[in-house]
Nanobody, 116 residues
Framework: QVQLVESGGGLVQPGGSLRLSCAAS????????MGWYRQSPGKERELVAT???????NYADSVKGRFTISRDVAKNTVYLQMSSLKPEDTAVYYC??????????WGQGTQVTVSS
């Protein structure tokens, strides 16, 4: 069974930066896509960014130009570089893996809090 472990969350001031990491126990290359999602209290989980097997990326409009998703295939790790953070970016951030067979795996989540 694939496991995903997120790290890098924390408390940051508005305008600051954080880098989240998602370490997978299996290849992140032989997949459909890897992605970052987030969920705030009282809200549904929403897409933040995805990266496909071919390296194509997709972002939510709310984070375009501020967040960057990337990967290190050799380390089976996906990253989310977050800059110019806003209070509305506060959420639990989850890593998701969609396999070529359609199996979905979620990480346990990492809390990001943007506050002065």
């Amino acid at each position: 069974q694939v496991q995903l472990v997120e790290s890098g969350g924390g408390l940051v001031q508005p305008g600051g930066s954080l880098r989240l990491s998602c370490a997978a126990s299996r290849s992140i290359f032989s997949i459909n896509y890897m992605g970052w999602y987030r969920q705030s209290p009282g809200k549904e989980r929403e897409l933040v960014a995805t990266i496909t097997r071919g390296g194509s990326t997709n972002y939510a409009d709310s984070v375009k130009g501020r967040f960057t998703i990337s990967r290190d295939v050799a380390k089976n790790t996906v990253y989310l570089q977050m800059s110019s953070l806003k209070p509305e970016d506060t959420a639990v951030y989850y890593c998701k893996r969609l396999s070529l067979e359609g199996a979905i795996t979620w990480g346990q989540g990492t809390q990001v809090t943007v506050s002065s």
